[in-house]
Structures are given as structure tokens and as C-alpha cells.
């Protein structure tokens, strides 16, 4: 999980939702629709370089579906907040979702505020450790691991599929691992941490932290 540092929400939304008054009321499930949700689902992708809110997984809008960090049944009032919306990988319109479930299809009207880590806290990545097979795990920490054991379980993130691409993901990074200098691996980990050109890479979060071993 990568940290998402919010922007500010498209102008076309926020003219929408000015336009309620006495006969009409802006509503997520009713008349949420193009081009606002369109133009919404795509500032989203882009704020978040391009992979899953969760797992980061590489999504576009086919493969992704606005996720509400706190659920609509728990926060209603929060259903057009943008600050609570994301991108999360299986797309919406992919009714059921693929199988396996997981992030935010799996996630589902679960949230616990103790026990869920969120891409808005800016540490989120620290309650997490990774393996070289692809192996997603809680923090050692003892105020993090409850939290981040909770997290992998409610949103699959630990399923197979995705250790395997995880796997694959870090592979492709370790395999001339040996024959790089320190300063060539600090210059993978720095380009893993930004977006470039407007994307991160997949896995970004697994793989630095999976080369931070050999730095």
C-alpha cells in the first residue's frame, strides 16, 4: 500500500454538486453519472499514478471501480466526498467482480478506524513487509501488526494471484541485483518513489522495500 496524497477534486464534481437545491439532491447511487463520474474516476487514477489504491496493482479505468474508503452504509454523508474516494482494481462493471475477490470488491462495507490502514496516512507503507516470493506481512511493530494483519485479511492482499505478481514484479528487479553499485540501487529506490511519466511503477512499495535489503 503507497501512500495517496489527495488533490483537489475536479472542478466539473464540485460544480455538480453546487447545483443541489430544493427539488434536486446530488446522490452517489441515483445520478452519479457521466461526465462528472468519468471525469472524477479519471483524477483518481491519475493522483494515484496509475495502480490500485490497495494492493497496486496497474489499473485503468476498465480495471478499476471508485472505491469508498469509509462505506457508504457506515458514512453516507460521505458518498461524494472526495477525500474519501479512491481507485481500487476489478472494475466495476465486472458484475460479479473476478474471482479472486479482493481490495475494495473483497474490502466490501467493512472499516474499522483501529483496525483498517489507510493509503491517506502518510506511514502506511511501514505496516507492511514483503518477501522476495511475493509474501505480503504485518509489521513486526506491536502498534502496527494487529492493524496491518487485519488489513491483508479483509482485502485479500496476501491471495496467491497476487503473491505470484508480486513475485514477478520484484524478479524483474533483482535479477542483475548482484552486478549494480549502491548508488545505482539508491537511484532504483528513488524512481520507485515517484511517478514517472505519471505512473508508478506496479508494486512500487514491494519492490523497494525488497531492494532496500541489498542497499
Known amino acids: 500500500m503507497k501512500y495517496i496524497r489527495k488533490g483537489t477534486e475536479p472542478k466539473r464534481f464540485e460544480e455538480w454538486k453546487q447545483e443541489e437545491n430544493e427539488d434536486w439532491k446530488p446522490s452517489y447511487d441515483d445520478n452519479f453519472q457521466n461526465p462528472e463520474k468519468q471525469e472524477v474516476h479519471e483524477a ?18 476498465s480495471s478499476s471501480h471508485i472505491e469508498h474508503l ?22 466495476e462493471s465486472e458484475t460479479p467482480p473476478p474471482k479472486p475477490v479482493h481490495c475494495g470488491h473483497k474490502k466490501a462495507e467493512w472499516y474499522d478506524e483501529t483496525l483498517m490502514v489507510s493509503p491517506l496516512q502518510e506511514d502506511c507503507e511501514t505496516f507492511f513487509r514483503y518477501t522476495e516470493d511475493g509474501q505480503i506481512l504485518a509489521s513486526r511493530d506491536v502498534e ?38 549502491l548508488e545505482e540501487i539508491e537511484t532504483l529506490l528513488n524512481g520507485l518513489s515517484q511517478s514517472k511519466p505519471d505512473q508508478f511503477q506496479e508494486f512500487c512499495s514491494a519492490i523497494a522495500y525488497v531492494l532496500k535489503q541489498y542497499y
Open 44 to 61: 483518481l487514477l491519475k493522483e494515484q499514478g496509475y495502480i490500485c489504491c490497495y494492493c497496486e496493482r496497474r489499473i485503468d479505468r
Open 70 to 91: 469509509i462505506p457508504r452504509n457506515q458514512r453516507y454523508d460521505l458518498a461524494l466526498a472526495y477525500d474519501n474516494l479512491f481507485a481500487s482494481c476489478q472494475g
Open 144 to 181: 502496527k501488526n494487529k492493524a496491518a494483519t487485519t488489513t491483508i485479511d479483509k482485502l485479500g492482499l496476501d491471495i496467491p494471484k497476487l503473491r505470484r505478481m508480486r513475485q514477478a514484479a520484484i524478479e524483474g528487479f533483482l535479477g542483475n541485483i548482484d552486478r549494480l553499485l
